[in-house]
């Protein structure tokens, strides 16, 4: 319960809520984007949409990042298919959760479109929104709606993390007699 990924389309604020999830809970966060080789950001610098061969290793590089990390971490990933999510999946020893940070497109296009510096264009966003499969049935994890300003995103985000903890220490008070599990 400590590996949290803030999947999504592009724009969607996972760097934005990552960092601001890493200050309330103590927690490292990793910029998903910073993992992917030079040769996916020049691709998609293009315009081009990465494909299955080009996120693959992307992902699995995603998934040695979270298991390499001592104690609680975030980190922003796309994870738009399942079979994306579990490669990260593969990496771990233990169970990952996913925030889907999620919004109409119309809303996803218009920040994209405002944010300068980034190498991926809002053209590209068609494509994600073709790859995107919402989480399914069977995996860890919450829709977060990001249409709402972020304060309410961040309290989505916060209260399923709290929840999650009030859970494990409820689990780990029973086990040991009584003594309060900590993240």
Not at 66 to 79: M, N, R
Not at 93 to 98: G, I, L, Q, R
Not at 102 to 127: C, I, Q, T, Y
């Amino acid at each position: 319960m400590r590996c949290f990924v803030l999947m999504g389309v592009s724009g969607c604020g996972k760097t934005t809520v990552g960092e601001a999830l890493s200050k309330t809970f103590g927690m490292t966060f990793i910029d998903g984007d910073a993992l992917h080789p030079q040769t996916n950001i020049e691709k998609m610098s293009r315009g081009q949409p990465l494909d299955d061969a080009d996120r693959a290793p992307w992902l699995v590089e995603v998934g040695r990042r979270l298991a390499a990390v001592e104690g609680p971490v975030v980190i922003g990933c796309s994870a738009l298919k399942l079979a994306y999510r579990d490669l990260i999946r593969a990496q771990l020893t233990e169970s990952v959760h996913f925030l889907h940070l999620d919004a109409p497109k119309e809303v996803l296009v218009a920040r994209v479109a405002h944010r300068p510096g980034h190498f991926m264009p809002a053209s590209l966003l068609d494509s994600q929104f073709a790859d995107l499969a919402p989480l399914a049935d069977q995996e860890q994890g919450r829709r977060i709606d990001i249409s709402l300003p972020l304060e309410n995103v961040l309290a989505q985000c916060e209260t399923y993390i709290g929840d999650l903890h009030a859970k494990a220490d409820r689990v780990a008070a029973g086990a040991a007699g009584g003594l309060s599990y900590q993240f």
